[in-house]
């Protein structure tokens, strides 16, 4: 232990060693919220690159796997290699073959089932790993594509780029789905189809049912499809009985070329077959599999001459996909070998169940394969000009084909996106505290609630919409927004409160109203009493002066008489000088 160095960064500075690469050496301690990094793994992560911890010779010499799953790091994360990393996986590639294939099965899995597949066909081809992996398909993209920078309008690549649109880290597929691609195309460019056959056969395993199949594919059909090798015929006209016989046949031709992923042997007769395989013979790729295998066949090949490696080229007989996978897989065709005019096997929702998906779901595979073929040969319609600008308006880097869509810049927007998403849950649970603050108050007349709450909802949905504006920029990464949200709180509380008093305001115009409304029933009582009190008295004079005419009582009806005069004058005054009073009042309530 170095003088200074506790136990525990003794410890850490061990284990760190024994890491593949420096990315992945890093440790995070949350007790303390500290980052240990004892192989510059920080360094390396902010450049993009990587790297080996240890000598990158020494390291895939200890374990050949590190080289696969360093290239699915790059392929997943859109990083990119060290000279000195890149050089050793050149120098190591033919101990790939001699690695187990359950791991190689594995780590293959790990790139093709995760939403990075076309980015991982990438750089296996770019770093010659593809010709040993899938041979036949390593030798399909050199023919179509020399030039690597134009592959991604071949069909291989759109299938598995389609695939990559509906998968993702957390949501993964089983391997049976991305092996069926293989053997989908493996099959087309041995036997190429018509464009209808091929909507049709996609169709009735995404529909499940023969009639929507055929009615859906004659209506796609009419679009230009450019993959030359894979379709023979574009426009062709066929009647349901020839489509189904065709489907049927398809389907057949699938099944039967498992057996070039799954056997060493079938794979060597298919590529000798291959109209644009490798130009080395099967005789020369056996005696390059023994110079690989055997240290002194190798020593001899570079003997004789020291510029050339043995190329395991197109013909390379590996094989790691297992038997039983191949079977699981046919099981996904064999419906369609069947009578498929009575084909009838609906789904209830047309939504991804990715549970059953990464299970490995018969079913659920094979409703996602006919999905991924109809969006293959949907964007196989534009031109390559247009496909340019329509991968740069899905976030594919089309300068740098190994960097995936769902990689650092869309990382980086979801991280923006959690930061502010709690700020936004806080507000929301503030406006709906203003809510409740304003509907609990018993007391508010109907007119005045309803004002309130219509007041309350403008205010707060224009906030919201404001507040959504504000978020937008920072999705896209402008920070600076943040510091305004402090301020938008409290003017969310400010708007709160000010309705708050406004009830309180209606209220009391309430009260008032109420007031001015018994004053005046009272009024119109009294002033009823007084139009009936002339009456009453002139019936009571007519009674008085058949008596004497200067009776006490006569002087008394004249006093009263007069004192209701000066009554009634009052009354009337009173009630105009009300009415001036409450008008005011009275039409701010009612409007």
């Not at 290699?81 to 050089?87: A, N, P, R």
Request: aromatic residues 6%.
């Amino acid at each position: 232990m170095p003088i200074g160095c506790n136990e525990k960064n003794f410890f850490l500075w061990k284990n760190s060693l024994c890491r593949d690469f420096t990315i992945n050496s890093l440790f995070y301690d949350p007790f303390v919220d500290t980052i240990y990094d004892y192989a510059n793994g920080i360094d390396d992560l902010i450049s993009c690159k990587v790297q080996t911890v240890i000598p990158a010779k020494i390291s895939f010499e200890e374990d050949c796997a590190r080289i696969l799953r360093g290239l699915r790091i790059a392929a997943r994360l859109g990083l990119s290699f060290s000279k000195e990393t890149e050089i050793a996986i050149q120098d190591h590639l033919p101990s790939i073959k001699n690695l187990n294939k359950t791991r190689l099965m594995l780590e293959m899995n790990y790139m093709f089932s995760y939403g990075a597949a076309e980015s991982s066909l990438c750089l296996l081809r770019r770093l010659k790993l593809l010709d040993i992996i899938l041979p036949f398909h390593a030798a399909y993209l050199v023919q179509e594509s020399p030039d690597q920078s134009a592959q991604s309008s071949l069909m291989l690549m759109k299938l598995f780029s389609c695939m990559d649109k509906l998968l993702a880290c957390d949501r993964p597929s089983g391997c049976f789905l991305w092996v069926a691609l293989l053997l989908f195309h493996l099959a087309l460019v041995n036997n190429p189809q018509k464009a209808l056959v091929i909507w049709a056969f996609s169709a009735v395993l995404y529909h499940g049912n023969w009639r929507k199949a055929v009615k859906f594919a004659r209506e796609s059909a009419q679009s230009h499809v450019q993959f030359v090798l894979e379709i023979s015929d574009v426009c062709g006209t066929m009647t349901d009985e020839e489509l189904a016989e065709d489907v049927i046949s398809l389907a057949s031709k699938v099944r039967s070329s498992i057996g070039a992923l799954t056997d060493a042997d079938k794979l060597e007769s298919v590529i000798q077959n291959y109209p644009f395989a490798s130009p080395c013979s099967a005789s020369q790729v056996r005696s390059s599999i023994g110079a690989l295998t055997d240290t002194d066949k190798l020593e001899s090949v570079v003997q004789d001459d020291p510029s050339t490696s043995p190329d395991l080229g197109g013909a390379s007989n590996l094989v790691f996909i297992s038997k039983a996978v191949g079977q699981n897989v046919g099981e996904l065709f064999r419906v369609l070998e069947q009578n498929l005019e009575k084909y009838a096997n609906e789904r209830k929702s047309f939504k991804i169940d990715y549970g059953l998906l990464a299970m490995g779901n018969i079913k659920e595979t094979r409703f996602l394969l006919g999905k991924v073929i109809m969006d293959a040969m949907s964007s196989g319609v534009f031109p390559k000009q247009q496909e340019v600008v329509v991968q740069e308006k899905q976030g594919v880097a089309t300068g740098n084909h190994h960097v995936p869509f769902s990689s650092s810049e869309k990382q980086h927007r979801d991280v923006k996106r959690r930061t502010i998403s709690p700020k936004l849950k806080n507000l929301e649970q503030q406006h709906d505290e203003s809510e409740k603050e304003i509907n609990g108050s018993k007391r508010v007349s109907i007119l005045g609630k309803r004002k309130v709450v219509a007041e309350k909802r403008n205010g707060e949905f224009s906030e919201l919409a404001n507040l959504e504006t504000r978020i937008e920029p920072e999705n896209k990464g402008n920070p600076a927004e943040l510091a305004n949200l402090g301020e938008v709180v409290q003017e969310q509380q400010e708007v709160a409160n000010e309705k708050i008093n406004g009830s309180e305001r209606v209220l009391e115009l309430r009260k008032r109203a109420s007031k001015l409304w018994k004053s005046k029933v009272v009024t119109k009582k009294i002033k009823d009493t007084v139009e009936e009190l002339p009456n009453h008295l002139k019936r009571q004079n007519e009674g008085e002066c058949q008596g004497s005419e200067s009776s006490p009582e006569q002087k008394k009806v004249v006093e009263r008489k007069s004192s209701c005069d000066q009554s009634i004058s009052n009354l009337k005054e009173q009630e105009v000088a009300g009415k001036e009073k409450s008008r005011k009042p009275l039409s701010n309530l009612f409007l």
